[in-house]
Protein backbone atom coordinates (compact mmCIF):
# COMPACT_ATOMS: atom_id res chain seq x y z
CA UNK A 1 0.00 0.00 0.00
CA UNK A 2 1.19 3.35 -0.99
CA UNK A 3 0.81 6.08 1.02
CA UNK A 4 2.67 9.40 1.90
CA UNK A 5 5.58 7.46 3.69
CA UNK A 6 6.07 5.72 0.82
CA UNK A 7 10.19 6.02 -0.06
CA UNK A 8 9.47 5.20 -3.51
CA UNK A 9 7.28 6.30 -5.75
CA UNK A 10 4.57 3.96 -7.69
CA UNK A 11 4.06 6.27 -10.56
CA UNK A 12 7.81 7.26 -10.92
CA UNK A 13 8.44 3.46 -11.09
CA UNK A 14 5.93 2.97 -14.33
CA UNK A 15 7.82 5.73 -15.98
CA UNK A 16 10.63 4.31 -15.58
CA UNK A 17 9.42 0.90 -16.94
CA UNK A 18 8.28 2.61 -19.68
CA UNK A 19 12.47 2.56 -20.66
CA UNK A 20 12.51 -0.11 -18.77
CA UNK A 21 14.45 -2.57 -21.33
CA UNK A 22 17.14 -0.37 -20.05
CA UNK A 23 16.63 -1.41 -16.39
CA UNK A 24 15.94 1.76 -14.72
CA UNK A 25 12.78 0.83 -12.84
CA UNK A 26 14.64 -1.87 -11.28
CA UNK A 27 17.46 0.49 -10.25
CA UNK A 28 14.75 2.81 -8.93
CA UNK A 29 13.31 -0.06 -6.80
CA UNK A 30 17.12 -1.52 -5.13
CA UNK A 31 17.37 -3.91 -7.67
CA UNK A 32 21.16 -3.38 -9.22
CA UNK A 33 21.84 -6.98 -9.98
CA UNK A 34 18.81 -7.31 -12.54
CA UNK A 35 18.76 -3.66 -13.54
CA UNK A 36 22.18 -4.23 -14.71
CA UNK A 37 20.99 -7.82 -16.73
CA UNK A 38 18.02 -5.76 -18.38
CA UNK A 39 20.24 -3.25 -19.44
CA UNK A 40 22.59 -5.42 -21.45
CA UNK A 41 19.82 -8.07 -22.80
CA UNK A 42 16.92 -5.07 -23.43
CA UNK A 43 14.77 -6.18 -20.35
CA UNK A 44 15.87 -10.07 -21.19
CA UNK A 45 14.21 -9.29 -24.81
CA UNK A 46 11.20 -7.96 -23.71
CA UNK A 47 9.77 -10.75 -21.70
CA UNK A 48 10.81 -9.09 -18.05
CA UNK A 49 9.88 -6.14 -19.11
CA UNK A 50 6.33 -7.02 -20.00
CA UNK A 51 6.10 -8.88 -16.72
CA UNK A 52 7.40 -6.33 -14.32
CA UNK A 53 4.12 -4.10 -15.39
CA UNK A 54 2.79 -6.65 -12.97
CA UNK A 55 5.26 -6.68 -10.54
CA UNK A 56 5.64 -3.33 -9.49
CA UNK A 57 3.70 -2.95 -7.01
CA UNK A 58 5.72 -5.15 -4.92
CA UNK A 59 8.85 -4.14 -5.87
CA UNK A 60 7.72 -0.87 -4.82
CA UNK A 61 5.68 -1.96 -1.54
CA UNK A 62 9.68 -4.08 -0.80
CA UNK A 63 11.14 -0.91 -1.46
CA UNK A 64 8.72 1.15 1.22
CA UNK A 65 9.82 -1.32 3.80
CA UNK A 66 13.67 -1.74 2.95
CA UNK A 67 14.58 2.13 2.87
CA UNK A 68 14.26 4.47 5.08
CA UNK A 69 12.55 7.88 4.82
CA UNK A 70 14.37 11.06 5.87
CA UNK A 71 15.63 14.61 4.37
CA UNK A 72 16.29 13.53 0.90
CA UNK A 73 13.55 12.07 -1.51
CA UNK A 74 14.16 9.05 -3.51
CA UNK A 75 12.43 9.95 -6.09
CA UNK A 76 13.79 13.50 -6.89
CA UNK A 77 17.22 11.59 -6.51
CA UNK A 78 16.58 9.41 -8.47
CA UNK A 79 14.83 11.69 -11.45
CA UNK A 80 18.07 14.08 -10.86
CA UNK A 81 20.07 10.81 -11.27
CA UNK A 82 18.43 9.50 -14.21
CA UNK A 83 18.26 12.59 -16.49
CA UNK A 84 20.90 14.95 -15.15
CA UNK A 85 23.66 12.58 -13.64
CA UNK A 86 25.95 13.48 -15.94
CA UNK A 87 26.05 16.76 -14.38
CA UNK A 88 26.13 15.64 -10.96
CA UNK A 89 22.82 17.27 -9.95
CA UNK A 90 21.68 14.46 -7.98
CA UNK A 91 25.15 14.84 -5.62
CA UNK A 92 24.29 18.89 -5.21
CA UNK A 93 20.68 17.75 -3.98
CA UNK A 94 22.33 15.01 -1.63
CA UNK A 95 24.82 17.79 -0.49
CA UNK A 96 27.81 16.07 -1.79
CA UNK A 97 29.20 19.85 -3.46
CA UNK A 98 32.97 18.22 -4.21
CA UNK A 99 32.17 15.14 -6.20
CA UNK A 100 29.16 17.05 -7.73
CA UNK A 101 31.45 19.94 -8.81
CA UNK A 102 33.69 16.89 -9.86
CA UNK A 103 31.05 15.31 -12.33
CA UNK A 104 29.88 18.56 -13.52
CA UNK A 105 33.65 19.03 -14.73
CA UNK A 106 33.87 15.63 -16.15
CA UNK A 107 30.67 14.30 -17.47
CA UNK A 108 29.83 12.30 -14.36
CA UNK A 109 33.76 11.03 -15.01
CA UNK A 110 32.67 10.11 -18.11
CA UNK A 111 29.33 8.11 -17.60
CA UNK A 112 31.12 5.20 -15.36
CA UNK A 113 30.34 7.30 -12.29
CA UNK A 114 27.10 7.62 -13.18
CA UNK A 115 26.24 4.07 -13.56
CA UNK A 116 28.75 3.42 -9.87
CA UNK A 117 25.52 5.53 -8.60
CA UNK A 118 22.85 3.82 -9.83
CA UNK A 119 24.28 0.84 -8.32
CA UNK A 120 24.59 2.62 -4.75
CA UNK A 121 22.09 5.56 -4.74
CA UNK A 122 19.28 3.91 -2.60
CA UNK A 123 21.73 2.89 0.09
CA UNK A 124 23.10 6.32 0.02
CA UNK A 125 19.96 7.83 0.52
CA UNK A 126 18.94 5.22 3.11
CA UNK A 127 22.28 5.64 5.44
CA UNK A 128 21.56 9.60 5.42
CA UNK A 129 18.39 9.06 5.97
CA UNK A 130 18.97 7.36 9.34
CA UNK A 131 21.41 9.51 10.50
CA UNK A 132 20.16 11.84 12.99
CA UNK A 133 19.30 15.10 12.08
Known sequence: MHTMSSTHSLVLGYLLWLFGFTGSHRFY?????????????????????????????????????????????????????????????????????????????TGGLLGLGVLYDYWTLNASIDEGNRLPA
Request: glycine content about 12%; hydrophobic content about 50%; aromatic content about 20%.
Open 29 to 105: YGKPLTGTLYFFTLGLLGVGWLIDLFLIPSMCDKADFRFARGRHDFSVAWLLLTFLGVFGVHRFYLGRWLSGLLYLC
